[in-house]
T-cell receptor, first 111, second 113 residues
Framework: KQEVTQIPAALSVPEGENLVLNCSFT??????LQWFRQDPGKGLTSLLL?????REQTSGRLNASLDKSSGRSTLYIAASQPGDSATYLC??????????FGDGTTLTVKP | GAGVSQSPSNKVTEKGKDVELRCDPI?????LYWYRQRLGQGLEFLIY????????KSGLPSDRFSAERTGESVSTLTIQRTQQEDSAVYLC???????????FGSGTRLTVV
């Protein structure tokens, strides 16, 4: 059974810092890994999707990497801003036909 | 439509009543998923539809929960005889096909009083 872990559960940083969020998974037989952002009381917004054949994806200040063999992904946020404050979730999609989600990292960026 | 639409956005119901939650996926998306998120917790898989295949119901927590999907369009999640522990946000996602990534709706916040 796939298990997805995100560490830390919460992170607080001053504005402008670069930061890394971690996601680990137990079964490396994945099709893709997707990073989402969730604002309080809202649904999930997709940030980046990495297919199993890819090593990384970039969008603006965000960069996500994937190392299937070690069961790890990182989300790098450059020059953090208060508007980046949210919960970040990763999800891994397997041949079971559905994604398994981590519990998320709640990020607070202080002005 | 342009995105995944869920209705209602909020629902307050009395314990013991039945509720229906609706999800309109993105047109052309063959896969549709329902997840539940309790306050302060992660996403819990409920059910998954893929085209005309039999749905994966392995995440439904009890026989009070059921879901239907009409072809590759609208899905309805029904909770019978609601209990207070059913209070949560119910999230629907669709995908062109599974590995192409999920697009989520804004969710339905269900409160059972």
């Amino acid at each position: 059974k796939q298990e997805v872990t995100q560490i830390p559960a919460a992170l607080s940083v001053p504005e402008g810092e670069n930061l890394v969020l971690n996601c680990s998974f137990t079964d490396s037989a994945i099709y893709n890994l997707q990073w989402f952002r969730q604002d309080p009381g809202k649904g999930l917004t997709s940030l980046l999707l990495i297919q199993s054949s890819q090593r990384e994806q970039t969008s603006g200040r965000l960069n996500a990497s994937l190392d299937k063999s070690s069961g790890r992904s990182t989300l790098y946020i450059a020059a953090s801003q208060p508007g980046d404050s949210a919960t970040y979730l990763c999800a891994v999609y397997t041949n079971a036909g559905k994604s398994t989600f981590g519990d998320g990292t709640t990020l607070t960026v202080k002005p | 439509g342009a995105g995944v639409s869920q209705s209602p956005s909020n629902k307050v119901t009395e314990k013991g009543k039945d509720v229906e939650l609706r999800c309109d996926p993105i047109s052309g998306h063959t896969a549709l998923y329902w997840y539940r998120q309790r306050l302060g917790q992660g996403l819990e898989f409920l059910i998954y539809f893929q085209g005309n295949s039999a749905p994966d119901k392995s995440g439904l927590p009890s026989d009070r929960f059921s879901a239907e999907r009409t072809g590759e369009s609208v899905s309805t999640l029904t909770i019978q005889r609601t209990q207070q522990e059913d209070s949560a946000v119910y999230l629907c996602a669709s995908s062109l096909e599974g590995p192409s990534g999920y697009t989520f709706g804004s969710g339905t916040r269900l409160t059972v009083v």
